[in-house]
């Protein structure tokens, strides 16, 4: 479980390290009873090699912990103990290679044979491949890492015992960097250092330019020799008898110190690591519509050539913080308005002490383009050409197409697809945004078709194209719709048109709308004696002309005569079936043909 406190410290006093980058490591304590004291500057070559004997006995569970594949809990462990001296928040960071996986638990007790259950306690498997495990914060400022456990509230003259656990068998080796407010209040005695029993003291970690002198002042010695071991063996140091000795780099150290009572030898490591150098970072914007803008970005400007395995990166919104190594923002950082001074600070992943936090750069919110042209234009069949783009220029901003103009329009003369990049440039920064504009021809279709459906309560008028898409229909000088139905229709004269929502115009067609009777039956019963169309007094000087099926024109009917009884020249005409033809006077004067009518019925006797 990850706990987020609203404030943090990464004042960093102890270290183990060696993290990947030597072969070999100094103590190391499979077993609680021999775990190494650490405290105040204490470095110790962190790894692991089996678990000697089971710290648990036999046990399936100690926490979170469980057993491994070797049976026990423990599969490759590294016992540590410390002390608090001091009243505070007290957390640690173990420093890992982010492929391997590293379990922990710290257990709140003085004796290996009672460890209780831990206080605190990870077992995750690492999936999210992070490069610090621990209690209190990750130092980079991810705070989404849940291998992460609250800080410990610790008061003087605690005992602490840790296991670190290798679970993956891949042992690059680990560092412990102590963290809390506990190192800002006390920074001397936060941790008590007479667990440590030493002539020379515990292991010393400095940075490369320190000082390091040892010291092995003994009231009655008689003679100093020193030594060294940098790998092939203690070597004795030609020439130094004092009683102190300026270390020239890393190396084991060992002191003989002769006396008439029986020599004394004590040995020391001191680890020189490296400092990293913060590169100058350039100023950035955070872009209007973002969330979050990503630190991770300035990374690649802040480390150069430096590995960033070897060197963790913190950014800080006040200069204080990034030189103590506090507050570190995280990552993801909300963007806010206005323009921020990030500072920025680069950490030895070995030696926290090992810092460098010259550099700062601005973080300015800038407006990002609001590109809010339509993404599709449509060049109407009897237009050469057509404008896309953005309406006008505006300042600060620069414009670029895909096709080379550089202008926040561009004229095209036929279909095709166009992108416009707009940037907005203020001081050296930069926010862009891009749209693709789809060029479409739009050609107006061909009314194949009006069916009217007549002689009905319910007069309707259908509308059928030779193109099918979204067009929009109109019945007169009715709002348009996007059916091609309509309903309610009156008798009588209508324009029907088919309007392109593009812009490129539209199609009209004139109809009538009358009713007649499908058939009629001459016989003199009083009942469908007389064939006539309804509605043509909504018409202005309507004839009706009848033919038989071979084009003979049986009866010619106007305003003054709409009824046909079925006779020819005064002879009944036989059973069959007739056509008519419509004409009338249009709106502008000239003589016209109905169109669309199923001009059609039939004569039965």
């Given at each position: ?354 810092f460098d936090a010259p550099q700062q750069f601005e973080l300015v ?173 909504n018409l202005s000087n309507p004839v009706i002309m009848i033919y ?58």
């Amino acid at each position: 479980m990850f706990y987020l406190l609203m404030r943090s410290y990464y004042f960093i006093f102890g270290v183990l390290f060696f993290l990947g980058t030597q072969t070999s490591y100094g103590q190391i304590a499979q077993d609680c009873i021999d775990a190494i004291p650490i405290c105040n500057n204490t470095p110790v070559n962190g790894g692991t090699d089996g678990f000697g004997n089971d710290d648990f006995n036999g046990i399936a569970m100690s926490g979170c912990l469980e057993k491994t594949i070797s049976g026990a809990i423990e599969s490759n462990a590294a016992w540590y103990r410390f002390k608090t001296g001091a009243s505070g928040q007290l957390g640690f960071n173990i420093g890992i290679n982010s492929t391997e996986d590293w379990d922990y638990a710290l257990y709140k007790t003085s004796d290996c044979n009672s460890l209780g259950d831990p206080i605190r306690c990870n077992f995750y498997d690492n999936q999210d491949q992070n490069t610090f495990v621990g209690v209190g914060e990750d130092p980079t400022g991810d705070i989404s890492n849940i291998q992460y456990e609250e800080w410990l509230e610790v008061t003087p003259g605690e005992d602490y015992y840790l296991l670190i656990n290798n679970f993956s068998n891949s042992n690059s080796g680990f560092s412990i960097q102590f963290s809390g407010n506990i190192f800002v209040t006390n920074p001397y005695d936060a941790l008590d250092c007479s667990i440590v029993s030493n002539l020379l003291g515990p292991p010393i970690s400095a940075c490369e330019f320190d000082t390091v002198t040892l010291d092995a002042t003994t009231s009655d010695a008689l003679d100093y020799t020193w030594y060294s071991d940098t790998g092939s063996g203690f070597q004795e140091i030609i020439g130094e008898k004092n009683p102190t000795y300026d270390v020239p780099g890393s190396a084991s150290y060992q002191v003989v110190v002769a006396r008439a009572a029986g020599n004394i030898i004590s040995e020391v490591q001191v680890a020189f690591s490296t400092v990293p150098t913060a590169n100058p970072v350039s100023d950035d914007a955070s872009c209007s519509g973002m969330t979050n803008y990503d630190l991770l970005l300035k990374e690649s400007e802040v480390l150069g050539s430096q590995d960033p395995r070897d060197v963790v990166v913190s950014y800080h919104s006040d200069l204080g913080d990034a030189i103590a190594g506090v507050n570190a923002l995280p990552k993801q950082y909300p963007v806010q308005s206005g323009s921020h001074t990030i500072y920025v600070r680069v950490t030895s992943a070995e030696n926290p002490n090992c810092f460098d936090a010259p550099q700062q750069f601005e973080l300015v919110n800038l407006e990002t383009p609001v590109l809010d042209f339509p993404s599709e234009a449509y060049l109407c069949e009897d237009n050469s050409s057509i404008t896309i783009g953005a309406p006008s220029t505006t300042p600060n901003y620069s414009y670029s197409w895909d096709s080379g103009e550089n202008t926040p329009n561009i004229v095209v003369s036929q279909a095709g697809i166009h992108t416009l990049t707009v940037t907005n440039t203020q001081a050296g920064l930069s926010c862009s945004d891009s749209k693709t504009i789809t060029v479409v021809v739009s050609s107006l279709p061909t009314i194949t078709n009006v069916e009217i459906n007549d002689l009905q309560n319910d007069n309707t008028v259908s509308i059928e194209t030779d193109i099918v898409d979204d067009w929009l229909y109109q019945l007169d000088t009715e709002d348009p719709q996007t059916s091609n139905l309509f309903s309610n229709v009156l008798p009588g004269e209508h324009t029907v048109s088919v309007i392109d929502p593009r812009g490129c115009g539209s199609v009209s067609e004139e109809i009538i709308v009358v009713g007649f009777p499908k058939f009629f039956t001459p016989n003199g019963d009083g009942m469908n004696d007389n064939w006539s169309i309804e509605g043509l007094e909504n018409l202005s000087n309507p004839v009706i002309m009848i033919y038989d099926r071979f084009g003979k024109l049986m009866e010619q009917l106007n305003s003054s005569n709409f009824g046909w009884d079925g006779r020819f020249n005064g002879q009944e005409m036989p059973s069959s079936d007739y056509w008519f033809k419509l004409t009338y006077m249009d709106t502008n004067g000239q003589i016209a043909t109905a169109k669309y009518i199923n001009n059609h019925f039939s004569l039965r006797r």
